[in-house]
């Protein structure tokens, strides 16, 4: 299958790799194997390592259930830059993981990296008027701190990388890219145009990829969306992010826009109501799920599902070039699918309804309806034996992400409120669960109506919530071939789940 090389820059970069993840465990496909590539100096960065977790674990589950038809959740392939080389009988030793190093960034201080005290005096006198003292004196461990032009020098090394290298050996004709950064801070700014650059030019250590230089790349470039309380300490200013972007879009004017170089750019942002803690990078950089990153990843998928036919690429110069904002029926507070466009909604409105009945029945009723014939009657059962195993304790790990996901996406401004939840928080408010308060479980969806049919009148034939939801699994057991119990317990909540949606909801 061909790939789709996804590019995560920076903390945005990474989070927006987060959703598109969150999509495809629910169903969400594209005609490629996701190959995420996230590249940030902040090796501690508490958002980059929550990515890399749920990314691990899709992986851990979609392995269990690859090519089993009768299941589409964990459907997408998503591998590693190592396994594509090894899929190829390859030989590399780029780690085996998604985030990559910047070579010489391990370095305390940004004088360090560029060899400041070594420079002759002429030398010191042209970096001193290119860096201030604050710059030269930047931690680099916890990333560029919305200094691009710091970012755009470190960040050099990662096209010198073995990483770029084995990303170019195994690039292929049919492969895409597409690159994810903000145009707001530091590391992102700095990393798609020069990214952009070194891909177009067709060189990675002086050998020359024809198939690389005429890829297809899209990119989405993300403007402010939050801020960051005031410190007078830190070296992160709201009060720059707007001037920056005009900088950056200005820039990309010339030299991405301009220079025929992009395929396909998306553009969006928001008002940046929401003010987050102003952390510089680190272990407490754990923001909240943003509906920004949430269509940000959508339009990797749309990326992805756009016609080859129309855009390609001639000599390293891009032909019919697309151009994308998103944008919601309605400006909203608390945005529900009702607000979403058509091409919104079809892409993602009942894969992720039908994921979050998976998800909620696994957490609240499983246990207890171990007995129905979906679960005890067949030789491969699922039982507390079941349950205990590796991989319905990995799939558990993934699905409390995705409810904590959805809940950071309610409390977050602007609000991504799909489903009626109510939300769990640790004594420092950060979101640990959702939980569900209300007896009728098909009035979850926000400003969608259960559908009633006409028995619903008839006493005793109706059947409602968690009842209907093990009718549908009795039903759906019936139809699951034999095979491994992962499998058959995936492709039986997947036929059910589609089954309680489409005859409840939509």
Same mark, same amino acid.
Request: proline share 2%; glycine share 6%.
């Given at each position: ?276 803690? /102003? ?7 754990? /923001? ?213 949606? /489409?005859?409840?909801?939509?």
């Amino acid at each position: 299958m061909a790939k789709l090389y996804v590019f995560g820059i920076g903390g945005t970069g990474s989070r927006v790799v987060k959703s598109l993840t969150m999509l495809l465990a629910s169903g969400v496909k594209t005609n490629y194997d996701i190959v995420p590539i996230l590249i940030d100096p902040d090796r501690a960065g508490g958002d980059l390592n929550r990515t890399v977790k749920t990314l691990r674990e899709y992986q851990l589950i979609q392995k269990e259930v690859k090519g089993f038809d009768q299941n589409h959740f964990f459907n997408n392939g998503i591998s590693t830059l190592s396994e594509i080389i090894a899929n190829r009988g390859g030989n590399s030793t780029v780690i085996d993981g998604f985030r990559f190093e910047l070579d010489g960034a391990q370095t305390d201080f940004f004088k360090d990296f560029i060899d400041f005290p070594t420079l002759d005096p002429k030398n010191k006198w042209l970096a001193s008027l290119l860096f201030s003292k604050k710059n030269l004196d930047s931690n680099l461990e916890i990333g560029f701190k919305g200094n691009p032009n710091i970012g755009s020098v470190v960040l050099n090394k990662f096209t010198k990388s073995e990483a770029f290298q084995a990303f170019a050996d195994s690039f292929e004709k049919d492969d895409r890219i597409f690159i994810v950064s903000s145009i707001f801070g530091g590391t992102g700014a700095a990393g798609f145009p020069l990214l952009l650059k070194n891909i177009r030019q067709g060189f990675v250590k002086e050998k020359f990829y024809a198939h690389l230089q005429n890829s297809v790349i899209g990119a989405i470039t993300v403007q402010p969306y939050f801020k960051v309380k005031q410190d007078d300490e830190s070296e992160i200013d709201s009060h720059g992010f707007v001037s920056k972007t005009k900088a950056a879009l200005h820039y990309y004017f010339k030299n991405v826009t301009g220079n025929s170089t992009i395929n396909a750019l998306y553009y969006i942002g928001d008002l940046a109501e929401n003010t987050y803690e /102003n952390h510089q990078g680190g272990t407490d950089q754990r /923001n909240d799920a943003h509906f920004i990153e949430l269509a940000s990843a959508m339009a990797i998928v749309d990326f992805a599902n756009t016609d080859g036919n129309y855009i390609r690429t001639t000599q390293g110069k891009a032909e019919n070039a697309v151009y994308k904002e998103f944008g919601i029926k309605e400006n909203a507070e608390h945005i529900t699918f009702k607000h979403l466009t058509d091409a919104s909604l079809n892409l993602m409105k009942k894969n992720i309804t039908e994921y979050f009945y998976f998800n909620i029945f696994l957490k609240e009723k499983l246990e207890d309806e171990l007995n129905n014939p979906y679960a005890s009657a067949y030789s491969n059962k699922i039982d507390r034996n079941f349950i205990d195993q590796s991989f319905y304790k990995t799939l558990a790990d993934f699905n409390k992400s995705f409810r904590i996901w959805l809940g950071e996406l309610q409390r977050n401004k602007v609000s991504f409120a799909p489903f009626n939840i109510e939300l769990e928080t640790s004594t420092n408010q950060e979101i640990t669960d959702i939980k569900i308060t209300t007896s009728s479980i098909f009035s979850l969806v926000n400003d969608v109506n259960e559908k009633k049919s006409w028995k619903n009148y008839i006493p005793g034939l109706a059947k409602n919530n968690y009842e209907l939801f093990v009718a549908s699994l009795n039903k759906a057991a019936e139809k699951v071939g034999n095979t491994t119990t992962n499998k058959r317990f995936m492709g039986i909540f997947s036929k059910a789940s589609q089954t309680v949606v /489409n005859q409840k909801l939509f």
